[in-house]
T-cell receptor, first 113, second 114 residues
Framework: DQQVKQNSPSLSVQEGRISILNCDYT??????FLWYKKYPAEGPTFLISISSIKDKNEDGRFTVFLNKSAKHLSLHIVPSQPGDSAVYFCAASAQTGANNLFFGTGTRLTVIP | SAVISQKPSRDICQRGTSLTIQCQVDSQVTMMFWYRQQPGQSLTLIAT?????????ESGFVIDKFPISRPNLTFSTLTVSNLSPEDSSIYLCSAMDRALAGYTFGSGTRLTVV
């Protein structure tokens, strides 16, 4: 049973435009969410996180939005850059810092110069 | 943030043999984790490795197949035993990085069983 879902396996965006990556979850106990970026032949790199007490967290070009009622979160990258091309995973846990992270299957973002 | 060195980066193994994967962290961490990513699937937690105690395995994973060692706060190994082609996956180790309130990952081990 996939508790964290990324329904778009791929996304292409023009450089300078906004990239929006989406993630849905089913477990209402999840209260901490993370986004990771993964380049080929490398492990995932932590990007940004959000706790369920917030609905938005911003870090430079990256903003994560959380809609708890819809069990949906999204990652916005603006402006998108070619170096952002990677696979993005969202992950969720039922307790901040807990080990039971559940990952989505990832979305491959391609930023076209 | 913590940096994890994982090796080997890839290996091709004969069925019935075993592969041991090592992860070295450049700082002391309480909890380390081992994940598997099968082709086209999400990252799945295999087990949590705490120093000084036995690893805690997730449903579907057993110690006989995936023995784990955690001899100190900076090092852990995962062995994938009695290999079969179904074990062909990417295996990742991770450590909880409190400074980031997130997790740091090793670079992964791509295992192919032939």
């Amino acid at each position: 049973d996939q508790q964290v879902k990324q329904n778009s396996p791929s996304l292409s965006v023009q450089e300078g435009r906004i990239s929006i990556l989406n993630c849905d979850y089913t477990n209402s106990m999840f209260d901490y969410f993370l986004w990771y970026k993964k380049y080929p032949a490398e492990g995932p790199t932590f990007l940004i996180s959000i706790s369920s007490i917030k609905d938005k967290n911003e870090d430079g070009r990256f903003t994560v939005f959380l809609n708890k009622s819809a069990k949906h979160l999204s990652l916005h990258i603006v402006p998108s850059q070619p170096g952002d091309s990677a696979v993005y995973f969202c992950a969720a846990s039922a307790q901040t810092g807990a080990n039971n992270l559940f990952f989505g299957t990832g979305t491959r973002l391609t930023v076209i110069p | 943030s913590a940096v994890i060195s994982q090796k080997p980066s890839r290996d091709i193994c004969q069925r019935g043999t075993s592969l041991t994967i090592q992860c070295q962290v450049d700082s002391q961490v309480t909890m380390m984790f081992w994940y598997r990513q099968q082709p086209g699937q999400s990252l799945t937690l295999i087990a949590t490795a705490n120093q000084g105690s036995e690893a805690t395995y997730e449903s579907g994973f057993v110690i006989d197949k995936f023995p784990i060692s955690r001899p100190n706060l900076t090092f852990s190994t995962l062995t994938v035993s009695n290999l079969s082609p179904e074990d062909s996956s990417i295996y990742l180790c991770s450590a909880m990085d409190r400074a980031l309130a997130g997790y740091t990952f090793g670079s992964g081990t791509r295992l192919t069983v032939v």
